[in-house]
């Protein structure tokens, strides 16, 4: 059974930064290409980052490109989300999601994701 928990969301202010981080069980994660979503209160969910399962390509969103950096870490398992120089619009529940499907190729839409994590709430004050 494969199982994404994300961690490290909370309460930061705005200017501050937040690394999240997503671990992995139950698939071969150096395999899979993983990607970061979020949705905010009565919005649709939306694509933040995606990266290759061998770290070597990245993709953004445009609204968090310079702020935001994906990475990871196959030997734990692990994707991060480095979020910095927060804005009060970053304000969301954050998902990590795995594409079974993809090792180098990325993806910013969410039906190429095939698990999902239960999410981490990042609030951003003003």
């Known amino acids: 059974q494969v199982q994404l928990v994300e961690s490290g969301g909370g309460l930061v202010q705005a200017g501050g930064s937040l690394r999240l981080s997503c671990t992995a069980s139950?698939?071969?994660?150096?395999?899979?290409?993983m990607g970061w979503f979020r949705q905010a209160p009565g919005k649709e969910r939306e694509f933040v980052a995606a990266?290759?399962?061998?770290?070597?390509?990245?993709f953004y969103a445009d609204n968090v490109k310079g702020r935001f950096t994906i990475s990871r870490d196959n030997a734990k398992n692990t994707v991060y989300l480095q979020m910095s120089s927060l804005k009060l619009e970053d304000t969301a529940v954050y998902y990590c999601?795995?594409?079974?499907?993809?090792?180098?190729?990325?993806?910013?839409?969410?039906?190429?994701?095939?698990?999902w994590g239960q999410g981490t709430q990042v609030t951003v004050s003003s």
């Open positions: 999601a795995a594409d079974q499907n993809s090792c180098t190729r990325v993806f910013t839409t969410r039906g190429y994701y095939d698990y």
């Open positions: 139950g698939l071969t994660f150096g395999s899979h290409a």
């Open positions: 990266i290759s399962c061998l770290g070597g390509r990245t």
